[in-house]
């Protein structure tokens, strides 16, 4: 059975790993990583799917802006473990997260994806015409879905980060975290 809970910060190496299988280091690559890169996820929209205490699907939100004045979430990356793919995990975090999204009052989500697959979810190129990604991008992969409608309408210019900045983790939390060692350990170690 599938339990979608939010995301702990003892999820990280596990939801990092399950990243790197899932899309490899091509993900680092993406134009929506700029995005993301050095931001904090939106609070309460980061979820993980666990099956027998493994984490096998994981979704996130990060702040972003459709142009200037236009507050938005961008939706990614969303992942499902190869494993377990095909088993409705990802449809079910997408419709967990989107639901949480409403209720939070906010606006209007993007994201860079394919349209067969969030087109399901209400997600269309139809009002992101007048936006750009900072990079290259597919522009029939930028799709939208306005929780507020008339929240996309006129929007226009690049899609920009905002959020909380993430802090740096010092050394002994990097080591601690790609070795699955308590950080009080490794300090004790160094």
């Known amino acids: 059975m599938i339990n979608i809970r939010e995301e702990r910060a003892t999820d990280v190496v596990a939801r990092e790993t399950l990243l790197d299988e899932a899309y490899g280091a091509v993900r680092f690559a993406k134009v929506s990583e700029r995005l993301r890169e050095g931001r904090c996820p939106a609070k309460g929209l980061s979820l993980v799917a666990v099956e027998r205490g493994q984490i096998v699907g994981t979704i996130r939100f990060w702040h972003v802006t459709a142009g200037p004045g236009r507050p938005a979430l961008l939706l990614g990356p969303l992942a499902v473990h190869p494993d ?29 994806g394919d349209a067969g697959y969030y087109g399901r979810f209400g997600f269309t190129a139809a009002q992101t015409g007048a936006i750009w990604m900072p990079g290259s991008f597919e522009r029939d992969r930028l799709l939208a879905l306005e929780l507020r409608p008339g929240s996309l309408t006129g929007a226009r210019g690049l899609v920009g980060a905002t959020g909380k900045i993430e802090p740096k983790p010092d050394l002994n939390t990097l080591i601690a975290a790609r070795s699955g060692t308590p950080p009080a350990l490794v300090r004790r170690a160094a």
């Open 84 to 112: 377990h793919r095909n088993r409705g995990i990802g449809s079910a975090l997408v419709c967990r997260a989107l639901t949480r999204a409403r209720l939070g009052g906010y606006p209007a989500i993007l994201l860079v």
